[in-house]
């Protein structure tokens, strides 16, 4: 059994227990303690009367976690599920597609020689995502270092789990994954371009995700949706309109639901991420309205595309 929660209590204390498979914080300030995964992007901390900081936390229900650090990577497992991450520093002037290739080479080399090999989730914490005119734009040097690796180590677009890449306001990128010892099965959204055969306008090495992942785990079915957008087809829609992006990333959402055979009141969580906090009431307004059942993470983070202005993932389960 898998769950996740949001919370702000001591992350020593939910990191001693023996069944936390992984701590996030959200902060603008670096983490402690280390064991704790920095995904450098900000907490709208306005919401709920929650301090400048908070952690996002994944559990298993009975069994024990062990962690360590190996190849680079540190990690926390269960017998069924395995959170690993790889932080690397990224200074002005630096080659972005390599220090993106050297991280998922990293990675993928540690999944792999683990007794979790098997893909379930990415999560990718980028700087300046949007910077640079072009092919030379961050996000795009990302992709094509993250193809690089996924090409490298023998994985095709039929094997890319659901993922998520934003931007973040520090240095360094960050990547953590969620991996498993049986296999997943991986969804397409047909009312969105697979993102693997997007056209050539959006980089020389297309963006590598599904847009959905599933998980047969005991008596749980779970379902992992990739960070969701104002995307038609292949193209953004409904630019500089936050609240029609907010619909038609609900309209997308609820379809893969629906691919998915889950329903609306089986997500558990959602992560929102939003590129102006001037956008914050509305939007919290809206995705209440929307979820009104469900956890909700308002983090402030860029957007892979500029002219996008939310992003909202979900985690869902069904017993």
């Not at 059994?1 to 701590?23: F, G, H, K, Q, W």
């Not at 309205?289 to 869902?316: G, K, N």
Request: net charge negative; charged share 20%; hydrophobic share 35%.
């Amino acid at each position: 059994m898998l769950r996740n929660y949001i919370t702000t209590s001591d992350p020593e204390r939910l990191l001693s227990a023996r069944d936390t498979l992984a701590v996030l914080r959200f902060t603008a300030n670096p983490p402690q303690p280390e064991s704790v995964i920095d995904t450098r992007v900000e907490l709208l901390s306005e919401i709920d009367g929650l301090p400048n900081s908070a952690y996002e936390v994944w559990q298993i229900e009975s069994g024990s976690v062990e962690h360590g650090n190996d190849l680079g990577c540190a990690w926390r497992r269960s017998a069924d599920l395995q959170f690993c991450s790889v932080s690397m520093p990224l200074q002005q002037g630096d080659d972005f597609e390599a220090t993106a290739y050297a991280v998922y080479d990293q990675l993928l080399s540690f999944i792999n020689a683990s007794p979790h090999p098997e893909l379930v989730r990415f999560w990718n914490y980028i700087p300046n995502i949007n910077v640079g005119a072009g092919d030379s734009e961050n996000y795009k040097r990302f992709c094509a270092g993250r193809l690089r690796a996924f090409t490298k180590h023998q994985l095709d677009d039929l094997q890319f789990p659901a993922a998520s890449a934003v931007g973040h306001y520090r240095d360094g990128i960050t990547v953590y994954a969620l991996t498993t010892a049986t296999s997943a099965e991986h969804h397409a959204n047909p009312r969105q371009v697979d993102a693997f055969k997007y056209p050539r306008q959006y980089g020389l090495s297309s963006p590598s995700f599904a847009r959905a992942t599933t998980l047969e785990l005991g008596e749980q079915r779970l379902c992992f949706i990739s960070g969701t957008a104002s995307i038609l087809g292949h193209s953004s829609v409904h630019q500089d309109d936050l609240r029609l992006q907010l619909y038609t990333t609900n309209d997308n959402i609820l379809y893969l639901l629906k691919e998915t055979s889950f329903k609306r009141s089986q997500v558990r969580t959602l992560r929102v991420y939003l590129r102006n906090k001037s956008d914050f009431e509305e939007c919290n307004r809206i995705v209440k309205e929307l979820f009104p059942d469900t956890e909700v993470l308002f983090t402030h983070a860029d957007i892979c595309r500029s002219d996008l202005l939310v992003e909202i993932e979900c985690f869902c389960v069904a017993s």
